[in-house]
Nanobody, 121 residues
Framework: QVQLLESGGGLVQAGGSLRLSCSAS????????MGWFRQAPEKEREFVVG????????FYDDSVKGRFTISGDNAKNTVYLRMESLKPEDTAVYYC??????????????WGQGTQVTVSS
């Protein structure tokens, strides 16, 4: 089955930046879409951003648009998330997702351990 490994989380002050990474393995094919979800304590897991690895085009939730930038390396099935101007409300565990279409990526449910992002005020 698919395996996703997230890294890059940490503790940062409001206004700071972090860069997350996610690598996918366990499939014979290359994923066309990858992205990120996040879950804050006592809240539902929510979609943050996704990318078409073939074109490099990303699509963002309004809460992070203009502050987060997604990029990827389709040869490595790896996605990156540059987070800038971080806010305390960005604090959450960030989880990677993958699929062969945007819909498949949005429906991903084989969650890994994620990476913790904590933004202090």
């Amino acid at each position: 089955q698919v395996q996703l490994l997230e890294s890059g989380g940490g503790l940062v002050q409001a206004g700071g930046s972090l860069r997350l990474s996610c690598s996918a393995s366990g499939r014979a094919f290359m994923y066309s879409h990858m992205g990120w979800f996040r879950q804050a304590p006592e809240k539902e897991r929510e979609f943050v951003v996704g990318i078409n690895l073939s074109s490099g085009n990303g699509f963002y939730d309004d809460s992070v648009k203009g502050r987060f930038t997604i990029s990827g390396d389709n040869a490595k099935n790896t996605v990156y998330l540059r987070m800038e101007s971080l806010k305390p409300e960005d604090t959450a565990v960030y989880y990677c997702a993958a699929g062969n279409s945007a819909e498949a990526m949005l429906g991903f449910r084989s969650w890994g351990q994620g990476t913790q992002v904590t933004v202090s005020s």
